[in-house]
């Protein structure tokens, strides 16, 4: 695993990101290419949704956008975050049952994320150098703006190497126990109607 399973994420989180912007729709239907009962589906449906939401979040901030239409992209954000959210959890029980059997060292340290949240961000981070990549080739902008779309372009593709490194080196660390293989689950209260207020409010009122 470790450093070829961090490599295999990226090769399918860019492939989920490309294929997204084949159609570049945010309705095209998911065509998941990978085995369902694998860790690879999970991880391109995870991208997939990622793409899908950061287009939803430029839609939503155009200024001409009717009020209406605005809130129904609000409430698909919120249900895709909620699917986020339950995919990377989805993930992290994947490494769970894999350093299950691990015993920790005694001075054994505690990351401040789970390997699958460190892994969201790699996701988001493939979904953000695809669009820089846009910005660097377009035709209809300054070479000013070219140069600082470039210069970002640069930093986003150091990020990915490092975040390549580092979360490698996680994944090392709780193969040799060096640190406690622990997740906190997020626990989000505001889709329970038994959890916000709002919600079981009117239920009582109901």
């Known amino acids: 695993m470790k450093m070829n399973f961090v490599n295999n994420c990226n090769v399918v989180f860019a492939r989920a ?8 729709n945010v309705d095209s239907p998911v065509n998941n290419p990978y085995k369902e009962d694998s860790i690879e589906h999970l991880l391109y449906l995870k991208n997939w949704i990622d793409t899908v939401q950061w287009h939803l979040e430029d839609i939503i901030r155009d200024p001409q956008i009717d009020p209406a239409e605005a809130l129904l992209i609000k409430r698909r954000i919120d249900h895709s975050n909620q699917e986020r959210t339950d995919i990377v959890e989805r993930i992290d029980t994947f490494f769970l049952n894999i350093y299950k059997d691990i015993k920790p060292k005694s001075d054994a340290r505690i990351n401040t994320e789970s ?3 460190a892994i969201d961000r790699l996701s988001i981070l493939h979904v953000k150098l695809w669009h820089m990549r846009e910005q660097t080739i ?4 300054s070479e000013e703006q070219h140069a600082k779309c470039n210069g970002k372009l640069e930093i986003l593709e ?9 979360i490698t080196q996680l994944l090392e660390d709780y193969q040799s126990g060096a640190r406690v293989m622990k997740v906190y689950r997020q ?12 919600l079981y409010g009117k239920k009582q009122k109901a």
């Open 158 to 166: 150091e990020q990915l190497a490092d975040m390549t490194t580092s």
């Open 138 to 141: 377009r035709t209809d902008i």
């Open 17 to 24: 990101v490309k294929d997204y912007h084949k159609t570049d």
């Open 187 to 198: 626990m989000k209260m505001y889709n329970d109607p038994n959890l916000n207020p709002v």
């Open 115 to 117: 390997p699958a949240w």
